[in-house]
Each structure stands twice: as structure tokens, then as C-alpha cells.
């Protein structure tokens, strides 16, 4: 990029491979490449890392081993749950509860058995802060409900939502819970048996491992069926060779997250409020979307009026700085966030959205560099903008 320094500040997308996670796969790509499914000694050697990682992805959400089940990432992951839960529970009862502003993986899969299998849907309302009350997915729960998909933090906006307090509810109600902790899971404590939740998604990809590889918790009891046929793997519930490094990398990551958390998470949070105040600060008529303390500490996300989240975005970027205007699933999409419509931000503001996502690469000085460029940025785009005052729409993204 023009030998520009880039400044990342899009982790919420995805994030670069923790150095030690790479060096940890690098023997099960070439020297350890056996088939953890073979009997012979070579093979049991890629089990043993298996089972390893399996122990270390447990231990950060502290579940047992056996709960855990490797996929190729969320989306399977959630995929699997939905799925398979309505196959199970087909006898019961045909209704599904989760939000307007949940990741497409489950908004689009749930709506999938609503077209195509005649189930009910039901999305909870969330406030202008983006949460749910938990009291109004319990009164949404019929003898007809099979099935409760609840994030546990926003992939846009990133609030943390009740998810402790609808796992009594729903566990109360028999039914059941799962939640989509991908943004989560590295950044803020998670307890599976605290949190009450029956099945949870993550992602490597999320937390410094490498892509294509996640996993599904499933509380021991809870009946799943299998969701990919065909070979005894993952306990006979998910068929088809073990991506051993892939594998491997997520278990490392998750050893470091859970060690490193305490501390990146407060130093992340104190980077993410000088963003946040600084932004809104230097820059007149600017929403910040989500709640301002239940939400996770790497995430800003912020409307401007006035003018396109893409233009901003195009900007930043000839200044060397990733952002994005929201989920990377959507990012090639021109229609606003459905996360923003659904927590009551006007239309127009919400085509002005900017997700600003820190890491643990990031300094003060990447800070000070946003704070620095975008404020610039807004005014010169104002200054073009019918929407917000006099001037030419036609943009000129030549550097000054």
C-alpha cells in the first residue's frame, strides 16, 4: 500500500496469527502430517495433538473436553446447532427465538427452516443500545419452542448481552440455548456452565488463530444429531479428516488468550475510550451505536452524518488505515447494517457507520494517528456532501 505503515483497526473481521500459534502449527503441516485417525504410531501422534487442543480450547470457556467438537468455523458451527436442533426436535414443536441484530449465520439459517420447513421465527426486541431484555425472550417462549439462538456480544456494534439471564430462562423453560461467542470468546471471560448455555460457537480466526477452523460446544445430555455424514470423527457427530494444524493453531490460541486476557482487555479498553471520546469530541453530530459500558473493549463503532461509511472508509485507507462500516460477511453489501436499522438508527446515519476494532498490535500511537486523520476526512466529505451542506458529490481521493 504505497509503502504506507498500515494501521489494522478491523479485528473484529479478522485477525493476523499470534506468532507462537504459527510456530506451533508448523509440524503438522510437514513433518507430522499423519492422519489422527490411523492406528499406527505416527497417526496417534496427531491425536495426542488433537486431544490437546481440545483440552485447551475447553479450558477457556471451562468446559469439559468432550463438549467440544472441531468445525471449519462460526458459521458451521451455528449452522450445526440450528439444524440439527430442528431435527431432533421435530416432534415438538416448530418455533425459533433469536434478535434482529444477530449475525446472518443464524438470522439466515433460521430464516432457511422458516421457508423451507414451515418453522416460526421470532425476534426479540432490542433497545436503541442494542440489548435484549431477558424478560422479553422468555415471554416470546411457547410449548411450541424449540430453540433460542442469542449472541453473547455484537459483531458491529459489540454489546454484551444478557446471556447468563436468558440461560436461566431458557433452561427453566426447557429449552434449548445457544449463543454465537465468536466476537467473545479471547476477549471477556466466558463460563459456559455460569453463562446456563446448551451449545456455543467459536472461531479461530477471531482470537489470533488461523482461519477455517472453529468449534461447537455442546453441553454433555443435550441431543445433537450428526450434522456432516460420513466418517467416525468428532465422536461419529462430525465426519471428514481432522485439519490438525488448523486444529492445533486454535488450541494454542486459546491457551495464549486465556493467559494474556486480563491484561490486553484493560489495555484495549483504555484505547478504545480515548477513540471513542476523541472521536466525538472532534467531530460534530456523531452517534456512538451500542451501549457505552456493556460492550466489548476493542469495539467502536460510530455514525457520522452526513456523509457514506464508504467513502470514509476509502479515505482512511490512503492514509493506511483499515476500518470498516461493519460485518465483513456484508462488507461488499451497499444496503445499511441490519444491526444499526435494528437498534432504531435512522437510515441515512446509518449508511455513515465507521467499526473501528483494536488488537493487540495496536498502540496509542494508531490512536493518535485515527484521531488525527479522520476528523479531516469528515469535514473535507461534508464539504461535497448535498446531505450536509453545500457542494459537489463527486469525491477527489487524491492524497494532500
Not at 509440524?27 to 495426542?48: C, D, H, M
Not at 451455528?78 to 425459533?96: C, P, Y
Not at 477513540?275 to 451500542?290: F, H, K, Q, T, Y
Request: charged share 20%.
Amino acid at each position: 500500500m504505497n509503502d504506507k505503515k498500515i494501521t489494522y483497526l478491523d479485528h473484529a473481521a479478522t485477525t493476523p496469527v499470534h506468532p507462537d500459534v504459527l510456530s506451533e502449527m508448523m509440524p503438522y503441516f510437514i513433518k507430522q502430517f499423519a492422519n489422527p485417525s490411523t492406528l499406527y504410531g505416527f497417526g496417534r501422534e496427531a491425536r495426542v495433538a488433537v486431544d490437546k487442543a481440545r483440552e485447551q480450547v475447553a479450558a477457556l470457556i471451562n468446559a469439559d473436553p468432550r463438549e467440544i467438537y472441531f468445525t471449519s468455523g462460526a458459521t458451521e458451527s451455528d449452522n450445526w446447532a440450528i439444524m440439527s436442533t430442528a431435527e431432533a426436535t421435530a416432534a415438538k414443536g416448530k418455533h425459533l427465538i433469536t434478535l434482529p441484530i444477530e449475525h446472518h449465520a443464524v438470522l439466515g439459517t433460521m430464516e432457511h427452516l422458516k421457508r423451507t420447513s414451515g418453522y416460526d421465527l421470532t425476534l426479540a426486541p432490542v433497545d436503541d443500545e442494542g440489548l435484549v431484555d431477558p424478560a422479553a425472550v422468555g415471554a416470546a417462549i411457547t410449548d411450541q419452542t424449540v430453540f433460542i439462538s442469542i449472541m453473547h456480544s455484537n459483531n458491529e456494534i459489540g454489546v454484551i448481552e444478557p446471556i447468563a439471564e436468558i440461560g436461566a430462562i431458557a433452561r427453566e423453560k426447557g429449552v434449548v440455548f445457544h449463543t454465537d461467542a465468536t466476537q467473545s470468546v479471547g476477549k471477556v471471560p466466558i463460563d459456559v456452565h455460569a453463562l446456563k448455555v446448551d451449545m456455543l460457537s467459536l472461531s479461530g480466526h477471531k482470537l489470533y488463530g488461523p482461519k477455517g477452523i472453529g468449534a461447537l460446544y455442546v453441553r454433555k445430555g443435550v441431543k445433537i444429531p450428526p450434522y456432516l455424514h460420513g466418517g467416525a470423527q468428532e465422536s461419529s457427530r462430525r465426519a471428514g479428516t481432522h485439519n490438525v494444524p488448523g486444529i492445533v493453531g486454535l488450541g494454542k490460541a486459546c491457551e495464549i488468550a486465556g493467559a494474556t486476557m486480563s491484561v490486553e482487555s484493560a489495555r484495549l479498553q483504555g484505547m478504545r475510550d480515548r477513540l471513542i471520546d476523541g472521536i466525538m469530541e472532534a467531530i460534530p453530530d456523531v452517534r456512538l451505536n451500542g451501549s457505552r459500558d456493556k460492550r466489548l473493549p476493542n469495539n467502536v463503532n460510530v455514525s457520522i452524518a452526513g456523509i457514506e461509511g464508504e467513502s470514509m472508509i476509502l479515505m482512511l485507507d490512503f492514509s493506511g488505515i483499515c476500518v470498516s462500516s461493519g460485518s465483513a460477511c456484508t462488507s461488499g453489501s451497499l444496503a445499511a447494517s441490519h444491526v444499526l436499522l435494528g437498534i432504531n438508527v435512522p437510515h441515512d446515519l446509518a449508511h455513515g457507520s465507521l467499526r473501528l476494532t483494536l488488537g493487540r498490535d495496536n498502540t496509542d500511537a494508531d490512536v493518535n494517528k485515527v484521531l488525527e486523520v479522520l476528523p479531516p476526512i469528515v469535514s473535507r466529505l461534508r464539504e461535497m456532501s448535498p446531505m450536509y451542506g453545500p457542494g459537489s458529490c463527486k469525491l477527489d481521493f487524491e492524497t494532500e
